[in-house]
């Protein structure tokens, strides 16, 4: 009886960690398919059009377009991720999205300023959109400060103020004593 039950528990065990060998290879073999789709985007000479096959490929062919200074294609590229299902890879797109604006505003002729604030903006709207999906991203409060700084929000100063309502105003004869601090 003793025996049986050894042997019963060592077949759990060798059925579990065969279990565990099976998922650590699955995963194995989508990483090096991941890493081969990168290296293939890469030989056709970082092409937006190439599109790879899986996310993670995408995610790190927009890494190098907007790496290698390519705003155009790069954008697109962060763009279909934001739209993907993935959350994760939607909020490093946002994350990107908003520093690839920034540094092509930073890019752009510093004597314009007027050429730079839509991409400012853009970021702004990039972070604010991932501090919504993510509100404990500290990087994104930090750009997002940092792109503030760059161009600040502009007050409503058209509307007046309100005024206030005017009150009842009522005569009392209570007494009026100074009561104790608290």
Not at 80 to 106: C, F, M, S, T, V
Request: neutral net charge.
């Amino acid at each position: 009886m003793k025996r049986r039950r050894v042997h019963a528990m060592f077949a759990a065990a060798l059925g579990a960690c065969g279990l565990v060998a099976a998922i650590e290879g699955l995963r194995l073999e989508r990483a090096a398919s991941t890493n081969q789709a990168i290296a293939q985007a890469g030989a056709e000479g970082l092409d937006a059009k190439a599109a790879p096959s899986s996310d993670e490929a995408r995610f790190a062919l927009a890494v190098a377009l907007a790496a290698s200074g390519r705003y155009e294609p790069a954008l697109n590229a962060y763009k279909a991720l934001i739209h993907g299902d993935r959350d994760d890879l939607k909020r490093a797109a946002l994350y990107n999205l908003g520093n690839l604006h920034l540094r092509e505003a930073q890019r752009r002729d510093p004597s314009d300023r007027l050429k730079a604030l839509p991409l400012i903006e853009l970021a702004k709207q990039s972070y604010r959109d991932l501090l919504r999906l993510d509100p404990s991203d500290w990087n994104a409060r930090y750009n997002l400060e940092r792109a503030l700084w760059l161009a600040p929000e502009a007050e409503d100063s058209a509307q007046e103020p309100v005024p206030p309502q005017q009150s009842e105003r009522a005569v009392t004869t209570m007494r009026s004593d100074r009561g104790e601090l608290p």
